[in-house]
Nanobody
């Protein structure tokens, strides 16, 4: 089955940046998609970015929530089996637990129901 290992959480000042990593095993371009989600206490898990495809064979597609468009960028290093979320211009509203997720559904990719496998989650605090 697919395994996801996250890193890159921590604390950052308002206006600062963080880069989160999601290393995956058992997933390859063209067979699945990766999404980044966040969840605050009392709120439902919500998607920030997602992608699938890439490499020499598949066209890469990316998707962003309106709240992070222009600030966050999703990308991948295929050789390292890793997907990244670069987060810039961070605000206190970005404080949350962040998760990466993998799935095989290619509709509604900012909806948590599209995903089957989840990383452990890491805390991001912006103050």
């Amino acid at each position: 089955h697919v395994q996801l290992v996250e890193s890159g959480g921590g604390s950052v000042e308002v206006g600062g940046s963080l880069r989160r990593s999601c290393a995956h095993r058992g997933l390859s371009a063209g067979t699945g998609c990766i999404g980044w989600f966040r969840q605050s206490p009392g709120k439902e898990r919500e998607g920030q970015a997602a992608m699938y495809g890439g490499g020499a064979t598949y066209t890469e597609r990316t998707y962003y929530a309106d709240s992070v468009k222009g600030r966050f960028t999703i990308s991948q290093d295929i050789a390292k089996n890793t997907v990244y979320l670069q987060m810039n211009k961070l605000t206190p509203e970005d404080t949350a637990m962040y998760y990466c997720a993998a799935g095989y559904r290619f509709l509604g990719l900012l909806n948590k129901d599209a995903y089957t496998f989840w990383g452990q989650g890491t805390q991001v605090t912006v103050s």
